[in-house]
């Protein structure tokens, strides 16, 4: 048994049972952590002095038959924009000053704090999680777990390459545009936006209310039980949900029979889907059927509204960056250099126009939703590409959004989705499905997911060659 290979909830049967206990698991974590880090860059820094002393806190804990919370002495990675007491969070980029005081926790890594989970690294971002890879000025280039030639994703590649090759069952991701659900599909691992404002976030973004904070995990079980911490209120987010009726782990169990599941394929038509990915979408779909859904082909009621996206996209880009100096924004990124450009040149009429858009198609999945309590379509159209790129090389696509149709129009609904590894391609690079449900139904997304997860149909193949 490889400790590396546990869920969560594994580690902490194991843990009850005295089978091993927390300074155990982190020492295995964190060497995993130091082994795979020279193939995938999947870390800015690991925090081992702290891991341990955390994990031997936990182990005392657990010894005298006291655990506190819901995750004590499980290992959680953090990506580089979330707030880490005693660290600093640099977002990828070099305009960001190591001497900042960093004595807060984001709001999710202070709910994990309270709930005794040991802390072992913050993962590598692109500069302020701008785009849909994972490169900065700062870091580098972050790595498939499949090929190190290709792409983690992003912009949380970092903490899918560390779940998916075991340096921590538990991460924290962020995502504005796909970027918790696109490097889990490239990364085989799963990946679940909740809906805005389940988890809360402070600072705010700049990217506004398109970003979220979501579990990456091993499995929809994990998730589950990372949501219950850290999808609490904080004072500190304006716009954070009430506490959810109940723990998410749950209603794991009651599946999928009965549900009404839409799956889109294409988006109409309007996506070209490599033909690897929608053959193992098509499967898992089938797989859904198989559970008791009643399944049909049903595509939502709206067309591309990627310019509305880049508008406030760009905006926030612009507002990043805005107090930087002539010399730090040369530092910068040249893609998010460029876009926050754009963006400086738009208007607040521009903006008006692009949330009357965003609203415009959060009414109309509202009404799909009435019909369909989940729509399934892939969470990308491909599957890893070069490493290093902003798109697939011969796309001709000039931005991230070109490749990742599938997950941002969820963004600007607010909407939960997830992804669930559900095959390969020819090359065994993972292919990825997408759930979402209407807003404030995170429960039915995991349900589902879950039940994918214990039929087999949910499955990637091992990533171990990079880490062995």
């Known amino acids: 048994m490889e400790l590396t290979d546990l869920t969560a909830r594994r580690l902490l049967d194991g843990y009850r049972e005295g089978e091993f206990g927390p300074v155990e698991v982190t020492r295995a974590v964190l060497e995993r952590a130091a082994r795979i880090q020279p193939a995938v860059n999947a870390f800015v820094r690991l925090l081992e002095e702290d891991a341990l002393a955390r994990a031997r806190a936990s182990q005392e804990r657990w010894r005298r038959g006291e655990p506190r919370g819901l995750l004590d002495g499980v290992p959680v990675?953090?990506?580089?924009?979330?707030?880490?007491?005693?660290?600093?969070?640099?977002?990828?980029?070099?305009?960001?000053?190591?001497?900042?005081?960093?004595?807060?926790?984001?709001?999710?890594?202070?709910?994990?704090?309270?709930?005794?989970?040991?802390?072992?690294?913050?993962?590598?971002?692109?500069?302020?999680?701008?785009?849909?890879?994972?490169?900065?000025?700062?870091?580098?280039?972050?790595?498939?777990?499949?090929?190190?030639?290709?792409?983690?994703?992003?912009?949380?590649?970092?903490?899918?390459?560390?779940?998916?090759?075991?340096?921590g069952p538990l991460s924290l991701g962020t995502d504005g545009g796909g970027s918790v659900r696109i490097p889990a599909a490239?990364?085989?691992?799963?990946?679940?936006?909740?809906?805005?404002?389940?988890?809360?976030?402070?600072?705010?973004?700049?990217?506004?209310?398109?970003?979220?904070?979501?579990?990456?995990?091993?499995?929809?079980?994990?998730?589950?039980?990372?949501?219950?911490?850290?999808?609490?209120?904080?004072?500190r987010d304006w716009s954070a949900l009430p506490p959810a009726p109940g723990p998410f782990s749950a209603v794991l169990d009651e599946g999928v029979r009965g549900l009404r599941v839409a799956f889109s394929p294409a988006f109409g038509g309007q996506v070209a889907v490599d033909p690897a990915v929608a053959s193992a979408v098509r499967r898992a779909v089938s797989g859904l059927a198989g559970l008791g859904a009643y399944v049909e082909e049903a595509d939502p009621d709206f067309s591309d509204p990627v310019a509305a996206f880049h508008t406030l996209w760009f905006a926030g880009a612009a507002r990043v960056t805005q107090r930087l100096s002539p010399e730090q924004r040369a530092s910068l990124d040249p893609g998010l250099r460029e876009i926050s450009a754009a963006g400086a040149r738009l208007s607040a009429l521009d903006y008006l126009a692009a949330v009357d858009v965003r609203m415009d198609l959060g009414r109309r999945m509202g009404l799909f939703h009435e019909r369909h309590d989940l729509l399934v379509t892939p969470t990308l159209p491909v599957t890893a590409f070069e490493a290093g790129r902003e798109v697939p090389g011969g796309s001709g696509h000039r931005r991230w959004t070109g490749w990742t149709p599938f997950t941002y129009p969820f963004n600007l609904t607010q909407q939960p989705a997830a992804t669930v590894p559900v095959g390969k391609d020819a090359a065994g690079l993972p292919v990825g499905l997408q759930i979402i449900a209407a807003r404030h139904r995170d429960d039915l997304v995991l349900r589902a997911a879950h039940a994918l997860y214990r039929a087999g149909v949910a499955t990637a193949p091992p990533a171990g060659a990079v880490a062995a």
């Open 186 to 235: 490239f990364c085989g691992i799963f990946g679940l936006k909740p809906t805005y404002g389940r988890v809360p976030l402070h600072p705010a973004s700049a990217f506004g209310t398109l970003s979220h904070v979501g579990p990456m995990t091993r499995d929809a079980a994990d998730a589950a039980l990372l949501l219950d911490v850290i999808g609490a209120p904080d004072a």
């Open 77 to 167: 990675t953090v990506k580089d924009i979330l707030l880490l007491r005693g660290h600093p969070t640099l977002r990828g980029s070099r305009t960001v000053s190591l001497s900042g005081s960093w004595d807060e926790d984001a709001p999710s890594v202070a709910r994990l704090r309270e709930h005794g989970a040991v802390f072992v690294g913050k993962t590598t971002t692109p500069e302020y999680g701008w785009k849909g890879v994972t490169d900065s000025p700062l870091s580098g280039i972050t790595r498939n777990p499949y090929d190190p030639s290709r792409t983690a994703g992003g912009s949380s590649g970092g903490s899918a390459a560390a779940v998916a090759l075991g340096a």
